[in-house]
């Protein structure tokens, strides 16, 4: 039995990045405006943004939040492409630092894409995390990772050092062990940082405002 | 609260191995890898880019599906007279205008029936892409007193037409089709088919409501010399695996009519039962396996794929289809408004690389377009929800 397709839906690249989201968006904003789907990887992802596009119904608004990795350029490039393959051309050359929207037209969807973490560096979700705590906190923890390298303690690729470093942060907050969107939701993380009044405005803008085509 | 939406996944039922079919791979080229429409019905121009062996074609009612198919039967049999009067009748077009332009005219995109000499008078071209010749259909004026001479009706316009006339010059519209550097005019040799000129490659259509049961005797009888039958009985098996064979007898309905008709011979049971008391899904399945046997080295339309079957056989019917059109060297061409039917035909498709397509037709600013998908966005599509009919 089919259910009602989504008509304003946010793609993300995992389950942490679909729960920290949500709770960022009900604590500053709350409603039921979007669906946020977990599409289990960057690829999935992208395959279900030219699967969603191409729909014979598509959705009013389609956003997607990706990780930038290791090659922030590089990720937008891909982007740019794949859009391209649908027929969206207008995709800039850099994206915009606030979020980058892509007005809808008559007879597509509008589009909306943010770069974990802030658009303009490299990095990932566990980056925008940091970058919301405490400075001292998410300081010393990146010190205690970087002494278990050293020790031998550690096994984590290294592209992964910004993870080690968030969680083991959030391993001393109340309580020990919540994944990441709980700890939004319980105050660890500060969501009140610019950065994430930056992403919620990106978010309302791109899902509140009605349609309008191309200028 | 947001909504939450996880990633989902289908379960799929093992696959039991046919080992009845062989392992032939068939290396031979399909007939079209690609189609251009030019002026056809309601096509103004469309080309679908990359056909293959197994070809799925959706889109809502009446934008078109049904006159892709008719399109695809026209450029086989170079708009023989045999065809188009087929596709006229089976749409009820028929009028008594004894003059083949006018009956021919509903052919013609832009066609109204009120003032039918609003055709579109750069004639009609089916071809396999924009540049290739192909066949084409146009409307011509014709000298009477010079008959070797005609030319496109765009050339002298209707009012020109009736000018002349009025003068008194011996003028008749006529037809002219145009294929492998022949041209054929329909005014002077309206007895001849240009069918008889070319070889012609065998087609079969199974309609939405299937053959008749006529059509599906004189089939069966050419399968029976050829001996390809087993396949035809182990496909109404997944259905009814009591099914042992099928032929037709003669039953008398009343006094004075009998009527040829289809009876199963079930395992265990001595009676032969009429195949149609055993439900529509088996005649269907019957229709299109005749129909794809008898298609051999040609190509196999279907309309409505689905009509009559019960989704949970239909990804068996689709790897039936699959495997025998390679067999085979069928190109199948089939139109579905199901979305069962585009599911199970996305399982099978994923697994037998290259060998399907997939497109859906839409209507946007006044015009039909085509949206085509590989294997792997069709699947990501099903499992999205996101529509793909």
Redesign the interface.
Known sequence: M??N??TKLLLTEGKND?HVI?AI??AHVG??????????SDQ?LL??L???F?????PEVIGIVIDADDDHQARWQSLRDRLKNVGVQTLSEKADKGGTIILSTP?TPRIGVWIMPDNISDGMLEHFCSRITPKEGIAFADSCVREAVKGNHASFKSNHHQKAVIHTYLSWQNEPGLPLGLSIKTRNLKSEHPLVQSFVSWLEKLFNTPNQSTE | ???????CGRIRKPKIPDSNIGNTLNKEPILLPSFHIKNFRAFDTLTVKRLSRVNLIVGKNNVGKSAFLDAIALYNAKFSKKEVEKQLIRKQEVNAFSDTLRAWSPLFHGYNPVDFMGVETSGIKLSLNHDDQGVSLKACVTDNSNSKSFMDLKKMNLDDFNQQLAKGKNLSLGLVITADNYFFNLLQSYSISLGSVFDSIPIVYVSTHGLTDDMASRLLDRLNLTKLPPQLIHSLRLLDPRIEQIAFADVEMNDQASQRIPFIKLKNINEPIPLKSLGDGLTRVFHIMLAMMNAKDGILLIDEFENGLHWSVQEEVWEKIFVLAEKLNVQVFATTHS?DCVQAFSEVWNTQADQGAYF?L?Q?DDHIQV?E?DA??LA??I???????
């Open positions: 089919k259910k397709p989504s679909q949500l968006w009900n409603g039921h405006l979007f669906d946020i789907k977990d599409c289990g999935k395959n279900d030219e699967a969603y191409l729909a014979s119904t598509p007879s | 609260m947001l909504q939450l939406m996880e990633p979305c859906r839409f946007r949206q998908y792997r966005l990501n599509s499992t999205c929800d996101a529509e793909t009919r």
